[in-house]
């Protein structure tokens, strides 16, 4: 899905970029993520110059994929709407070396303050492959149908049909063992 943008190149107003892929990269980018299948997929991403030599990437993101339910194993499909909001910097740039302070050389970092510049090889960034980091980050790793908790729930008393919820000790055969010695 690469898409690259060559940022010595961008208009002073910024650069409207709008990211569909055709049906072979959407069943590469399934592939790659290791979903069933994504059957819709669009971003539409705004590329400014922030500061110096930095550049903001800003845009929603709007994807429709099928998984497997990890109980049931059924397809379930999942909306994605995500806001891509990332500041890059090229290698060379001040900004990319991070604030040290302190005897202790410890890095600051305010939890609530701006993410911290990602590093990219100027001057080409590639807009595609930070739209599927983006959506990577939003797919729900463990996805259930509606109800899959009632099914597990019913395949659990179907394969134990004399309904004793006592389990057998692994350590009863070990016990009894040692009461023989």
């Known amino acids: 899905m690469s898409q690259k943008i060559n940022v010595l190149k961008l208009p002073a107003k910024g650069l409207n970029v709008k990211i569909e892929p055709d049906a072979d990269a959407l069943a590469a980018l399934a592939e790659a993520m290791d979903v069933l299948s994504i059957s819709a997929f669009s971003a539409k991403l705004n590329i400014k110059r ?3 030599d930095g550049v903001r990437v800003s845009g929603p993101l709007s994807a429709v994929l099928h998984q497997q339910c990890v109980i049931t ?3 379930v ?3 994605i709407n995500e806001e891509i909001n990332a500041v890059f910097v090229p290698e060379t740039s001040k900004l990319a070396k991070p604030d ?3 005897e202790a050389n410890e890095l600051l ?3 609530e303050g701006d993410d911290v510049p990602e590093v990219f090889q100027s001057p080409f960034l590639d807009v595609g492959e930070i739209t599927a980091e983006f959506f990577a980050l939003e797919i729900n790793p463990y996805p259930r149908i509606d109800g899959a908790e009632e099914e597990a729930k019913k395949f659990a008393e179907d394969s134990n049909p004399d309904g004793d919820d006592a389990k057998e000790n692994p350590f009863a055969a070990l016990a009894a063992l040692k009461d023989k010695l």
Request: aromatic fraction near 6%.
């Open 50 to 52: 922030w500061h110096k």
């Open 73 to 75: 194993l059924k397809p």
């Open 77 to 79: 499909e999942e909306v």
């Open 100 to 102: 040290v302070s302190g």
């Open 109 to 111: 970092i305010d939890p």
